[in-house]
């Protein structure tokens, strides 16, 4: 039987593994981290449960095909699926707005609010309905928005409200598309939250790979890899142990696998080209906090709130998301509820973030000083969470760099910011090296859990053909 090793146990090492198994071909996983899943995780603290990953999970509609593929390789597997009624609210002045499920109630607390807004509301609700119906308008909808940032598009309502509500859930960077097909995908059922979050789908990943007869190996870093003729011929762990196989399947952060594993001309063009103009294709990250909370100190949802300007790496924040985790009671102890934040950070904050890491005390100063006015701003909004609200961790770039070795410590691949895009056909194939291949969520922007299962599922069926 051919053999297939794969670099990395996040969610496309996994699902290629997983189709590897499934084409007849053995398989083993190497993870340098002490559990699978890679950015799909999640980690205890404090009698509490903190979710890194999942705000909402595109593929939760059955009867769709990326639903079909978490089904096949085990990240659904029967969950429940959490669908709360609004995919998140924004605060200004002393009034609020909420996307909710229901269209057209969205669009009639927008004109409500604004009517003066009423063209710009109606276009943007038509647009976020064609796509969710799949209808004929969607050129339209493409020629519109398409090359639009959500800065662009929130000035061009009056109302402030409406301004922070087009800019609150990613940042006024991103495509307005992105904005609108994310919403389209919760109307339609198809960007809801599986119950118990990101650290147990990935379990449910990694058991549905070893039921089928894979191979996990945690706490083993792989450190480079050996190349004869044009084919690699075993990799080569931290632990000294040399692993060989038939072919290949490089899973992990291309920056490592290109210029740490592999030599760095291996990298395919269009991630170079990528990766070496950001001002086309940025990166960014996030610094976040999580508290335990009294549970009827907070309200459900994610609510971004109005808050005193908050200075994170030289940029002052004034918008703060505060998601609750009170649809899963089982991550934190009765009466009490986990509550999380975060700031976006760009690739020069973040990579702030790692200079500072070097200086542990100062870095630990920092964290302690953001997480303190966090809590101030919560405790503002939320006076009755002002007793029970207790830190339970901060994470910043520098914590994703230390864990994933990602590129400027992102989570998520190149950005969509209606400039350019990354090419959507970057190959598994490793031009030069016959049995080596790519998978990843960098291969098409702007990353994130399906596109990671797809270029898994891509790679396990190139790799097939490859070992026939």
């Keep these: 039987m051919k053999k297939v090793a794969i670099v990395g146990g996040g969610v496309a090492g996994l699902t290629a593994g997983i189709f590897a198994l499934k084409n007849g071909l053995s398989c083993d996983i190497y993870e340098k981290n002490a559990v699978m899943g890679g950015n799909l995780t999640g980690w205890d603290r404090g009698g509490c449960h903190i979710d890194n990953c999942i705000h909402w999970l595109n593929g939760t509609a059955e009867n769709t095909r990326l639903h079909a593929l978490w089904e096949e390789v085990g990240a659904l597997g029967g969950v429940e699926v959490i669908r709360p009624a609004a995919f998140y609210t924004s605060e200004y002045d002393g009034r609020r707005l909420s996307l909710w499920r229901d269209a057209a109630r969205t669009r009639r607390e927008m004109i409500l609010l604004s009517p003066a807004d009423r063209r710009e509301i109606d276009r943007f609700m038509d647009a976020v309905e064609a796509v969710a119906a799949g209808s004929k ?39 307005a598309v992105g904005l609108i097909v994310a919403y389209a995908a919760f109307i339609n059922g198809n960007a809801d939250m599986p119950r118990g979050g990101s650290a147990a789908m990935a379990q449910r990943m990694a058991a549905r790979f070893e039921a089928l007869g894979g191979g996990i190996y945690t706490d083993a870093a792989v450190q480079g890899a050996e190349i004869a003729d044009g084919r690699v011929t075993a990799l080569l762990l931290a632990d000294g142990a040399r692993v060989e196989a ?29 990766y070496t103009n950001s001002t086309a294709y940025p990166v960014f990250s996030s610094v976040h906090a999580a508290f335990s909370v009294d549970s009827t100190a907070v309200e459900e949802g994610t609510v971004v709130l109005p808050c005193a300007p908050l200075t994170v790496m030289g940029r002052a924040h004034t918008r703060l998301p505060v998601r609750s985790f009170l649809h899963e009671p089982d991550f934190a102890p009765e009466g009490k509820t986990v509550i999380e934040t975060l700031l976006f950070q760009d690739a020069a904050e973040s990579d702030r973030w790692q200079q500072l890491k070097k200086t542990p005390e100062a870095y630990a100063e920092k964290k302690a000083a953001l997480t303190d006015g966090i809590s101030e701003r919560i405790k503002a909004r939320y006076p009755a969470a002002a007793e029970g609200l207790t830190l339970l961790d901060c994470w910043t770039p520098a914590t994703y760099r230390r864990y994933f070795d990602s590129f400027h410590g992102a989570y998520m691949a190149f950005a969509v910011t209606g400039r350019r895009r990354i090419p959507t056909g970057c190959s598994p194939r490793i031009a030069g090296l016959s049995n080596a291949l790519l998978a990843t969520q960098w291969q098409k922007a702007p990353g994130g859990l399906p596109n990671a299962a797809a270029a898994g599922k891509r790679a396990a069926e190139t790799v097939k053909v490859l070992l026939a």
Excluded at 146 to 163: A, Q, V
């Design 137 to 175: 308008n969607l050129p339209q909808v493409w020629l519109r928005y398409g090359g639009m940032s959500l800065l662009t598009l929130s000035e061009r309502f009056l109302h402030p409200l409406l301004r922070h509500f087009m800019t609150d859930l990613l940042t006024g960077a991103f495509s």
């Design 246 to 274: 038939d072919a290949f399947l490089f899973a992990c952060d291309p920056t490592v696998t290109f210029g740490t594993l592999l030599p760095a001309g291996y990298m395919p063009a269009p991630l170079r080209r990528a």
